[in-house]
C-alpha cells in the first residue's frame, strides 16, 4: 500500500491567498484526521471524519479554516484567507476503526509571508 | 479533555546505552496508548503501542510499559543505535479516535 498520501509536500504563499492542502487516506480506512504540528503547540488535531462525516472539528482554529471529504479516498483542507501564523506542517492520518493505528502522511510543509 | 505530559523533552544518551521516556496521561478511561518515532521532515511513525488490559509489550529493542494506577506509561529503548535519533511522540485515547499527544522527546544517540 502506498500510505496516505498528501500534497502538496511544501507550499509558500502569500497572506491573503487561499491555500488547499490535500489527502488521500490508505484505502480501506473509514476514518480521517488532519493535524497540524508547530514548535509551540506541538501536534494538534484539527478535525476527524468517520466514514466522510465530520465527527470533530473542535479543534479548527477558525472559520478561515475549512475541511471537506466528498469521498472515501479524498479529503481537502483548506485556509481562506492565510495569515503568517497558519505556517505550519499539516498532517493527514488515516485508520480503520475507533482505537486501532493511526497512519500518517509525510505531511504539507505551509509557509505563509 | 485528555492531557498528555511527556518528559524529558530532550534526551541525550551514549550508543549502546538504554533511553527512557516517561508519559503521564489525565483520563482514567483512556484504553489505548501508541508511540510513534518522527525523522527530520517525516510524518509520525507508529513504533509500538499497548492497550489497557496489558501491562508491557516489547518489540526486539523496544518495550513499553503501562501502570494503569498511576495513569503513567514509559518507552524503553535498549542498546541504542545512531538511527534511533528522532523525536519521539507518546499518546492517549479512551477509543473514539481522537489521539492526543505529549509533546515529543528529541533523542539523541552519541556515537
Known amino acids: 500500500d502506498a500510505g496516505v498520501i498528501q500534497s502538496p509536500r511544501h507550499e509558500v504563499t502569500e497572506m491573503g491567498q487561499e491555500v488547499t492542502l490535500r489527502c488521500k487516506p490508505i484505502s480501506g480506512h473509514n476514518s480521517l484526521f488532519w493535524y497540524r504540528q508547530t514548535m509551540m503547540r506541538g501536534l494538534e488535531l484539527l478535525i476527524y471524519?468517520?466514514?466522510?462525516?465530520?465527527i470533530d472539528d473542535s479543534g479548527m482554529p477558525e472559520d478561515r479554516f475549512s475541511a471537506k471529504m466528498p469521498n472515501a479516498s479524498f479529503s481537502t483542507l483548506k485556509i481562506q484567507p492565510s495569515e503568517p501564523r497558519d505556517s505550519a506542517v499539516y498532517f493527514c492520518a488515516s485508520s480503520w476503526g475507533g482505537g486501532n493505528t493511526i497512519y500518517f502522511g509525510e505531511g504539507s510543509w505551509l509557509t505563509v509571508v | 479533555g485528555e492531557n498528555v505530559e511527556q518528559h524529558p523533552s530532550t534526551l541525550s544518551v551514549q550508543e549502546g546505552d538504554s533511553a527512557v521516556i516517561k508519559c503521564t496521561y489525565s483520563?482514567?478511561?483512556?484504553?489505548?496508548f501508541p508511540w510513534y518515532k518522527q525523522e527530520l521532515g517525516k510524518g509520525p511513525q507508529l513504533i509500538i503501542d499497548?492497550?489497557?488490559?496489558?501491562g508491557e509489550k516489547k518489540d526486539q529493542r523496544i518495550a513499553v510499559t503501562l501502570n494503569k494506577t498511576a495513569k503513567h506509561f514509559s518507552l524503553h529503548i535498549t542498546e541504542t543505535q545512531p538511527e534511533d535519533s528522532a523525536v519521539y511522540f507518546c499518546?492517549?485515547?479512551?477509543?473514539?479516535?481522537?489521539?492526543?499527544f505529549g509533546t515529543g522527546t528529541r533523542l539523541t544517540i552519541i556515537p
Open positions: 483520563d482514567s478511561a483512556s484504553n489505548y
Open positions: 499518546a492517549a485515547t479512551f477509543g473514539n479516535e481522537k489521539l492526543t
Open positions: 499497548i492497550r489497557s488490559n496489558v
Open positions: 471524519f468517520n466514514n466522510n462525516v465530520p
